[in-house]
Antibody
């Protein structure tokens, strides 16, 4: 059974870099055609696709965040990570990692982690 | 690319049926059958319930069903139950610069 777990600071100061890690169990981050994805949800609002890293380590980003976002694969630890630079209060959200089976259907999700941007 | 359009809320009584619409364009929903639906209870992660327009995720009750016509996909809940009260989101795969579009979400209330 695939399990995902987000970890990282719950509070980040404005203008700093938000860093999160998603630990994967039950499947290798390099296997198959899965796209290892980050999604966020602002308070009381909907879901936004941020981007993913492919099994070969190639990232794809939401164009609205491309200049600030980095998603990387860490094969030795079977993890993938998100870094979002120059954060503002608008980046405050619950961040989810998820497995995309290839065409935008997310069959496994982490529990989500709340990140607040505040000084 | 804009988000997919869903009604903000729908409601029904136990045992009734209700349908949630998800409207996109000819470049996303209208172009293929790669539409999914998610159920999200408060404080929980979304859960995949329908994929490829009509297919059920394992363990999902058959009272949930999906369909599509043109640029609009729909999720129908038949025999509404109290535990179906949740937020529901649709998604569509796209060939554009955004890999997947989300709908704005629909809050289902069981009266």
């Amino acid at each position: 059974q695939v399990q995902l777990q987000e970890s990282g600071p719950g509070l980040v100061k404005p203008s700093e870099t938000l860093s999160l890690t998603c630990s994967i169990s039950g499947v290798s981050v390099t296997s198959g055609v899965f796209k290892w994805t980050w999604i966020r949800q602002s308070a009381g609002k909907g879901l936004t696709w941020l981007g993913y890293v492919s099994p070969t380590g190639s990232p794809t980003y939401n164009p609205s965040l491309r200049s600030r976002l980095t998603i990387t694969q860490e094969t030795a630890r079977n993890q993938f990570s998100l870094q979002l630079a120059s954060v503002t209060a608008a980046d405050t959200a619950v961040y989810y990692c998820a497995r995309d089976r290839g065409v935008g259907d997310f069959d496994s999700w982490g529990q989500g982690t709340l990140v607040t941007v505040a000084s | 690319q804009s988000a997919l359009t869903q009604p903000a809320s729908v409601s029904g009584s136990p045992g009734q049926s209700l349908t949630i619409s998800c409207t996109g364009t000819s470049t996303d929903i209208g172009k293929h059958n790669l539409v999914s639906w998610y159920q999200q209870h408060p404080g929980k992660a979304p859960k995949l319930i329908i994929y490829d327009v009509t297919y059920h995720s394992p363990g999902v009750p058959r009272r949930f069903s999906g369909s599509k016509s043109g640029n609009t996909a729909s999720l129908t809940i038949s025999g509404l139950q109290a535990e179906d009260e949740a937020d529901y989101y649709c998604t569509s795969y796209t060939l554009g610069t955004v890999h997947v579009l989300f709908g704005g979400g629909t809050k289902v209330t069981v009266l």
